[in-house]
Nanobody, 127 residues
Framework: QVQLVESGGGLVQAGGSLRLSCAAS????????VAWFRQAPGNDREFVGT????????YYADSVKGRFTISRDNAKNTVFLQMNSLKPEDTAVYYC????????????????????WGQGTQVTVSS
């Protein structure tokens, strides 16, 4: 089993940046596909992006493409979500999730595809 803990959330003004961390314990995260999802009040949880274990390839939702970047530091057993040019509509609880499965032509963008989840971290972007 792998345990995930997110951190780095907070309050930021529109146009600002935040970096979220997803730290793993119990297993080495380097062998897992990791994704970020977010959930705004009253909305369903939505896919943000994912990073593949084998070669660290990434894929992003259109809403964050060009502004958000996912990376991993295997030495720290951590995956990061760098968020730049933040907008008020990015306000949400952000969750990281991990899976032993990998993706190829079909991106793993659905919640059910991930076995392990963190507790979430709140990001609030003020206008």
């Amino acid at each position: 089993q792998v345990q995930l803990v997110e951190s780095g959330g907070g309050l930021v003004q529109a146009g600002g940046s935040l970096r979220l961390s997803c730290a793993a314990s119990g297993r080495t995260l380097s062998g897992y596909t990791v994704a970020w999802f977010r959930q705004a009040p009253g909305n369903d949880r939505e896919f943000v992006g994912t990073i593949r274990a084998s070669d660290s390839s990434t894929y992003y939702a259109d809403s964050v493409k060009g502004r958000f970047t996912i990376s991993r530091d295997n030495a720290k057993n951590t995956v990061f979500l760098q968020m730049n040019s933040l907008k008020p509509e990015d306000t949400a609880v952000y969750y990281c999730a991990a899976s032993v499965r990998s993706w190829g032509a079909l991106i793993m963008s659905a919640q059910w595809q991930y076995e392990y989840w963190g507790q979430g971290t709140q990001v609030t972007v003020s206008s």
